[in-house]
């Protein structure tokens, strides 16, 4: 069982409308999550941590965890053109370990 | 905002040969990381250094691998004799120990390593 999986898309979305992304993981001792941002060719990017059970939201996005189900979520509202990416969930087991182990990531377009 | 700077952007080198990969991170983040990413595959965690010395190494990081702090800003991955397979982008990571495991770390720009 691969450590932290996601669907790989590609996920379509029209312009101004809600794209939702799901992530499980398979250890359940894991602490923290984190979405990344990654553009074709270049370095991920910190979108949102959450390592609490319930909602976050910071502008558009929302990251949602249910660590009863072992699942995270991000729901990025008002899909712009340049949220076309690929997003990559990440996992953090330990409170004292900063190692993340990545999912495939799943990849994003919008379509104008 | 600081950055997580990496050099080269890009490197080819013949199999076999030896490379240093470059890394300046954030001034005052004490964590420091490598990753890597095969095309087309996930992220891949190869090793964490603290206080002068590794705290984890993935299976990856075996023998031909290895980082050093040489001064006080640079962190360098050292990979002694290339394969075909180290071919990949890699990246450098740093975080602060106040912010904690919960609010992750900036990545580098990247070093795209191609051996050939």
């Known amino acids: 069982q691969k450590e932290v999986e996601q669907n790989s898309g590609p996920l379509s979305v029209p312009e101004g409308a809600i794209a939702s992304l799901n992530c499980t993981y398979s250890d359940r001792v894991s602490q923290s999550f984190f979405w990344y941002r990654q553009y074709s060719g270049k370095s991920p990017e910190l979108i949102m941590s959450i390592y609490s059970n319930g909602d976050k939201e910071d502008g558009r996005f929302t990251a949602q965890l249910n660590k009863a189900s072992q699942y995270v979520s991000l729901l990025i509202r008002d899909s712009q053109p340049s949220d076309s990416a690929t997003y990559l969930c990440a996992v953090n087991k330990f409170s004292n370990d900063y190692k993340l182990s990545f999912g495939a990531g799943t990849t994003v377009t919008v379509r104008a | ?116």
């Open chain 2, 1 to 116: 905002e600081p950055e997580v700077t990496q050099t080269p952007s890009h490197q080819v080198t013949q199999m076999g040969q030896e490379v240093i990969l470059r890394c300046v991170p954030i001034s005052n983040h004490l964590y420091f990381y490598w990753y890597r990413q095969i095309l087309g595959q996930k992220v891949e965690f190869l090793v964490s250094f603290y206080n002068n010395e590794i705290s984890e190494k993935s299976e990856i990081f075996d023998d031909q691998f290895s980082v050093e702090r040489p001064d006080g800003s640079n962190f360098t991955l050292k990979i002694r004799s290339t394969k075909l397979e180290d071919s990949a982008m890699y990246f450098c990571a740093s975080s602060d120990t106040g912010q904690g495991p919960n609010y992750g770390y900036t990545f580098g720009s990247g070093t795209r390593l191609t051996v050939v």
